[in-house]
């Protein structure tokens, strides 16, 4: 089944980015005359994807205001974003409501539309998208075993071997999202916090249990916007 929906986790404060981007979250950002999260709904729209779930945190009201001229999207709110991983976020999308199989996609990045064509193509349910190395910096890197994830480190050298970078888009059944979810319960009862990360720390557990794709894309134009030197980089390449 082809995803009709994407939750964009967009809770984080971008403390990295603050002499850059002032009181914006990061997903505001703009590149190429246009807000990274504004950006990616395009694309989305052009690939199918109908609805979209925003996940905001930090400034949550320039949030709700972008989505107020959306028919087509929801903000849900991660009212404890300063204390909480980013599975703290999706677990929020969830439990408000967000159901079926799904996109998930960071707020902080922009990609060339082909990214969303190959994940949305993999055959599999559960996929996650990577691409060849970028040289971009605080890379997260990803060990799979015939062409399932196994484990993702942001260090290569405590992996057995790497196939690429993590994107940070991924594709979801509903059952693999409420895997998470419920890894998510577990994690909180054992530690008392909600410091989750969803990729390297839900989704790497949930691939213990169910099989999730890995789609390589070698050539993939994309980047991450975490300080100013990933910006940099971001806002000299050329998009359509």
Not at 6 to 19: E, F, K
Not at 39 to 58: D, F, K, N, P, W
Not at 162 to 172: A, C, D, K, M, P
């Amino acid at each position: 089944m082809t995803p009709r929906r994407a939750i964009i986790l967009a809770a984080g404060q971008g403390m990295r980015l603050r002499p850059t981007i002032d009181d914006r979250p990061k997903g505001l950002i703009d590149v190429a005359g246009e807000p990274l999260v504004g950006r990616s709904m395009r694309l989305l729209r052009a690939h199918g994807i109908e609805r979209v779930t925003i996940v905001a945190g930090y400034r949550a009201d320039q949030f709700r205001d972008f989505a107020s001229r959306r028919a087509d999207v929801d903000v849900v709110v991660n009212e404890d974003y300063a204390a909480t991983g980013s599975m703290a976020s999706c677990a929020a999308a969830i439990d408000a409501g967000v159901d079926g199989d799904i996109l998930l996609l960071e707020s902080d990045i922009v990609f060339e539309e082909r990214a969303l064509a190959a994940i949305l193509a993999a055959p599999a349910r559960d996929a996650t998208l990577v691409s060849g190395p970028t040289g971009a910096g605080d890379e997260v890197w990803v060990h799979a075993v015939e062409g399932r994830l196994r484990a993702m480190s942001k260090r290569a050298e405590d992996l057995p071997s790497s196939v690429g970078e993590f994107v940070g888009i991924t594709r979801l059944s509903a059952e693999a999202a409420a895997m998470m979810r419920d890894a998510f319960a577990a994690f909180v009862a054992r530690h008392s916090h909600g410091r989750m990360d969803y990729e390297t720390g839900a989704l790497i557990a949930v691939a213990g249990r169910t099989p999730i794709a890995v789609v390589v894309v070698p050539d993939l134009r994309w980047g991450e916007i975490d300080d100013e030197r990933q910006y940099a980089r971001v806002a000299a390449m050329r998009w359509e």
